[in-house]
């Protein structure tokens, strides 16, 4: 697998601050993607998300976006619909990922139909939606990546097709203030 573009992922955390970030900087390190936290849940909405994925478009990174679930809070095609809407209008060559992280108390196979319908929901306007896991949850999730493309999480390079890898250990990033979770993309 050949690595073809750095790629980075920020959120609200990463402005502890409220400093902007500098995406010419975070592009000049040779950065040429990030994913941005739209939102959480249905409610949550990234107050940096506009500013974030319209800066770096400006410097010329292809933006994404990812929806950190709660699935204790509500179905899927409904938080896919409040991420989906609060990107609308901004840059997303990279589209839409699920980020699951936790089950809320939901049992696995409830958890993967749950992702299945965000997933579902957004592929009716975004053309790629990829699943942010790690080997925990892709382990015990039935069915998963449930053939999207798959943004996994693990310390180790992976030894199987993914659409990105993010590498476990955030690093300090120029132009950024804080740490940074980074890794690679690979389109295609």
Known sequence: MTAHVRMIDVSSNNHPTAAPIDWAQVKAAGYGAVMVKATEGETYVNPWLKAD???????????????????????GDSQ???????????PRQLGLAL????????PWVKLAAWAQAFHAYAKTVVEHSPLYVNDYFLANLPGAPFDWWLWLAQAARPRRQVWAWQ????????GI????????????
């Open 80 to 90: 896919a619909d409040a991420a989906l809407t609060a990107v609308d209008g901004l």
């Open 53 to 75: 994925a319209d800066g770096a478009h400006a410097a010329g990174l292809q933006v994404g976006y990812y929806h950190f679930a709660r699935p204790g809070q509500s179905d």
């Open 99 to 106: 980020d699951l992280e936790v089950t809320e108390g939901l």
């Open 167 to 174: 590498e476990t250990t955030p690093v300090v990033v120029p």
């Open 177 to 188: 203030t804080g740490l940074t979770d980074v890794g690679w993309l690979y389109p295609g």
